[in-house]
């Protein structure tokens, strides 16, 4: 059975770095295949993917937030880290953590982290 | 803004069937056939219901349906019943390892 966890700060000030960790268990981010991600969704909006890591290291990003968004794994620790730098109000949303094998469709979600950006 | 199309909102009365329809409006989507569609309850994590256009995961009951046509892809629910009623949203793989969302459909059993 294979569960996702993430965990962060809850409240970040505008311009900071949010750093969100997804820890998961039931998977190996070292099998062939295996990828991790990220999706968030501000209040009441829909759903939008941000990144993915798979276990040859190769990460990929949303093209609009390219710049802002780093994707890194640790595999001995089996978490997945987000960083998202000059955090604004508008990336006020719940962060969830996904499971996904090759780009088929993200089959397994974490309960997800809600994030607030406010001075 | 984004790529894929859904209405905003449907409704069916229980024991109906309801299609939701998911329309790419961009090119950059380019018809793959990886499109996948997700139930989230108020409050919860979505929910992958139907992943590679119509294959249904382990659990998920055989009301729910996935096809696509042309550029547009849809999930049926037949037999509605009052735990159906929530959010409905489909994603579609874009290609170079990227994805995208449709906006969203609240579902309501009436």
């Known amino acids: 059975q294979i569960t996702l966890k993430e965990s962060g700060p809850t409240v970040v000030k505008p311009t900071e770095t949010l750093t969100l960790t997804c820890t998961f268990s039931?998977?190996?981010?070292?099998?062939?295949?295996?990828?991790v991600g990220w999706i968030r969704q501000p209040p009441g909006k829909a759903l939008e993917w941000l990144a993915v890591?798979?276990?040859?290291?190769?990460?990929h990003y949303s093209p609009s937030l390219k710049k802002k968004v780093t994707i890194t794994k640790d595999t001995s620790k089996n978490q997945v880290v987000l960083s998202m730098t000059n955090m604004d109000p508008v990336d006020t949303a719940t962060y969830y953590c996904?499971?996904?094998?090759?780009?088929?469709?993200?089959?397994?979600w974490g309960q997800g982290t809600m994030v607030t950006v406010s001075s | 803004q984004s790529a894929l199309t859904q209405p905003r909102s449907v409704s069916g009365s229980p024991g109906q069937s309801v299609t939701i329809s998911c329309t790419e409006t961009?090119?950059?989507?380019?018809?793959?056939?990886?499109v996948s569609w997700y139930q989230q309850h108020p409050g919860k994590a979505p929910k992958l219901m139907i992943y590679?256009?119509?294959k249904r995961p382990s659990g998920v009951p055989d009301r729910f349906s996935g096809s696509k046509s042309d550029n547009t892809a849809s999930l049926t629910i037949s037999g509605l019943q009052p735990e159906d009623e929530a959010d409905y949203y489909c994603?579609?793989?874009?290609?170079?390892?990227?994805?995208?969302f449709g906006g969203g459909t609240k579902l309501t059993v009436l």
């Open positions: 996904v499971h996904i094998e090759l780009v088929s469709a993200f089959h397994i």
């Open positions: 039931g998977v190996s981010l070292s099998t062939s295949g295996v990828g």
């Open positions: 890591i798979y276990w040859d290291d190769d990460g």
């Open positions: 961009s090119s950059d989507v380019g018809g793959y056939n990886y």
């Open positions: 590679d256009v119509r």
């Open positions: 994603c579609s793989y874009a290609g170079s390892y990227t994805w995208v």
